[in-house]
């Protein structure tokens, strides 16, 4: 290992929001290398300052021949990405020898001794994290928490408002707290990180080797980010919809929708599960210790996320569409 940053980067999925905030910041600090993985077809825009390299992710060999030589690998998937794609793109960074895989593991931090059978959420995310230390390559995963701007302008299945409507659906009384990122602190932390001297005196990148580098933006209740919408938009509690909902309830109703084939059953029984005031990673922020300090990460403005949030909604924001 060298007491130098590792300058090579590798992203998968770069056109996306979360990969293209990975791109953008690893880019700015001007120290980096940055190569795209793209498909062939694909119509997305790449941060200005990423070369794209064309692949077919159905051929293995495909995927080798465009990560050999890079020095850390980033995997961003969406919902729609087949479900072996991920152990098949780890397989071949081991193949290739890239040293550091992040998984598409960015949510909460997990501790497999209380991932339960019927948790496939959580399941996924051992699995995802095993793929990257595939016996060549190591893990450095990036536990953030759910992304603040996203969860917040998807609909009511993630954070429980529907910002257009002006409604919002309280998870028991709305005051459960949470730790969330938003995506612009996910890529400082990212440039930051991989900006560390790979080994030498700590802090160091070989320092996170199979472990978690732990980030947050926020701690925030639903009703933290009901009085920021109301500040951004000049609103008030009556010019609101709000309604109330037991998160066992809305697990259950969760696990039924997923069973019958409703996909957005899938975040209701996830972000549930968060608000569960047994859940004790939902707020690692106040828990657990953090890697913000060593990154230098900046504190950030809730409102000016929030205010991201609604700008994104009356663009129209709607990430599955045709899902």
Known sequence: MSTEPVTRVAIVGATGRIGGAFAKSLVETGRHTVTALTRGDSQGKLPDGVHAVQVNYDDDDSLVKALNGQQFLVITLGV???????????????????????????????????????DPYGKLVLDRIHDAQNGVSSSVTLPCGFWYEWSLATGEQWFGFTIKDRKVKFFDDGTRIVT?????????????????????????????KNKEVRINSFRVSQRDMLDSLHRVLGTTDSDWEISYECVAKRLADGAEEMAKGIFTGMPKALYGSVFLASNKEADFAGTMELANDILGLPKEDLDEATKRAVDMVAAGWNPFAGV
């Open 80 to 118: 729609r990405a087949p479900g072996d794609l991920h152990a098949r793109i780890t397989a071949a960074a081991g193949k290739a020898g890239v040293p550091y895989i992040m998984p598409n593991a960015y949510g909460y931090p997990i501790n497999a001794e209380n991932v339960k059978n019927e």
């Open 180 to 208: 969330v990122s938003t995506w612009d602190q996910c890529g400082r932390a990212l440039a930051a990180l991989l900006s560390l001297p790979e080994s030498g005196p700590t802090p160091t990148l070989a320092d996170f």
